[in-house]
Nanobody, 122 residues
Framework: QVQLVESGGGLVQAGGSLRVSCAATGRTFGSYGMAWFRQFPGKQRELVAAIGRGGTTGYGDSAKGRFTISRDFAKSTMDLQMNSLKPEDTANYYC????????????????WGQGTQVTVSS
C-alpha cells in the first residue's frame, strides 16, 4: 500500500508557473503508475498527466505543451511543473497511484492524496 501527500499548491497570476509535488510512502513506489488529476467544483476529476513505471508519460489535452510530469524513484516523489497557467487551471490537484502501472483512466487508480489547491488569478 502507498500513501500520498501533495504539496506546493497556492495562488499564482495568469501566465505564471507553479510546481506541485507528491511524496509517497512505502517501499514499492517504483512499481506504481502515477498521475495527477484535478477536480473543479461540482465536476468529476479529470486527468492532467500520467507517468508509468518506465517513464512513459501522457497528458490531458489542457496540459499538453504547458505542464510536465516527472518522478524521482530515489526520493519516491512525483512533480508536476505547470507553466503558462490560466484562470481555468484553478482546481484542486490530486496525486494518484495505480498498481496496474501506466494509465490515463481514473478508475485504475486506487490510491489518492488529499489534494492541493491551485488558484490562478486573472
Amino acid at each position: 500500500q502507498v500513501q500520498l501527500v501533495e504539496s506546493g499548491g497556492g495562488l499564482v497570476q495568469a501566465g505564471g508557473s507553479l510546481r506541485v509535488s507528491c511524496a509517497a510512502t512505502g517501499r514499492t513506489f517504483g512499481s506504481y503508475g502515477m498521475a495527477w488529476f484535478r477536480q473543479f467544483p461540482g465536476k468529476q476529476r479529470e486527468l492532467v498527466a500520467a507517468i508509468g513505471r518506465g517513464g512513459t508519460t501522457g497528458y490531458g489535452d489542457s496540459a499538453k505543451g504547458r505542464f510536465t510530469i516527472s518522478r524521482d524513484f530515489a526520493k519516491s516523489t512525483m512533480d508536476l511543473q505547470m507553466n503558462s497557467l490560466k484562470p481555468e487551471d484553478t482546481a484542486n490537484y490530486y496525486c494518484a497511484a495505480s498498481r496496474t502501472g501506466y494509465s490515463m483512466a481514473s478508475r485504475d487508480y486506487a490510491y489518492w492524496g488529499q489534494g492541493t489547491q491551485v488558484t490562478v488569478s486573472s
